[in-house]
């Protein structure tokens, strides 16, 4: 089954400390894979894409197809970063569905 | 370009009652859909449409929920008869082909009573 896990819920750091939110995949294909963020009571947006291979506001995200992994880090936190953040993918084939895993709420602390 | 946009922010309204919430997608993409959002089960897509066909309903929880996209530029979900469980933030969600990142709305806020 086509599946994205994040692990942490809730994931808590100091401000100027390094963060990594986790995510893996189970898809035995090659997918498109994408991490959108929520801020408080505003729309989801798109922070990035694996096929970018971006930097966005300080976050990278790399894809390691032997871990099926796409993990999310930032090596010095910000309070602004403050945020629920979504893993999700693409499938292959002709199927437009995106997948979304349940979301890690970050909270970054003065 | 606006994004998209959803119709009402905030819904309140009471058990039983009938509720409809619009989206209208980003001019020229052909795929759109609806999502609903709560603490409990987090983001599940609830049904998506290409090119105005509805291609996957099967998250959408039970036959009081229903979907229509009359043509490109305008959806409805309706909830008939609501239920204080259908209480949620629901987005709606538009791209273009395959791949390409979905743009989202800015979601209604549902309290049924």
């Known amino acids: 089954a086509q599946r994205v896990t994040q692990p942490e819920k809730l994931l808590s750091v100091f401000k100027g400390a390094p963060v990594e939110l986790k995510c893996n995949y189970s898809?035995?294909?090659?997918?498109?894979l994408f991490w959108y963020v929520q801020y408080s009571r505003q729309r989801l947006q798109l922070l990035l894409r694996?096929?970018s291979r971006e930097s966005i506001k300080g976050f990278t995200a790399d894809l390691n197809k032997g871990e099926t992994s796409f993990h999310l880090k930032k090596p010095f936190a910000q309070e602004e970063d403050s945020a629920m953040y979504y893993c999700?993918?693409?499938?292959?084939?002709?199927?437009?569905?995106?997948?979304f895993g349940k979301g890690t709420l970050l909270t970054v602390n003065p | 370009d606006a994004g998209v946009i959803q119709s009402p922010r905030h819904e309140v309204t009471e058990m039983g009652q009938e509720v409809t919430l619009r989206c209208k997608p980003i001019s020229g993409h052909n795929s759109l859909f609806w999502y609903r959002q709560t603490m409990m089960r987090g983001l599940e897509l609830l049904i998506y449409f290409n090119n105005n066909v509805p291609i996957d309903d099967s998250g959408m929880p039970e036959d009081r929920f229903s979907a229509k996209m009359p043509n490109a530029s305008f959806s409805t979900l309706k909830i008939q008869p609501s239920e204080p469980r259908d209480s949620a933030v629901y987005f709606c969600?538009?791209?273009?082909?395959?791949?390409?990142?979905?743009?989202f709305g800015d979601g209604t806020r549902l309290s049924i009573l």
């Open positions: 999700a993918f693409v499938s292959g084939g002709s199927n437009y569905k995106l997948t």
């Open positions: 898809y035995s294909g090659s997918p498109e």
């Open positions: 969600a538009s791209n273009t082909d395959y791949g390409q990142p979905q743009h």
């Open positions: 694996h096929i």
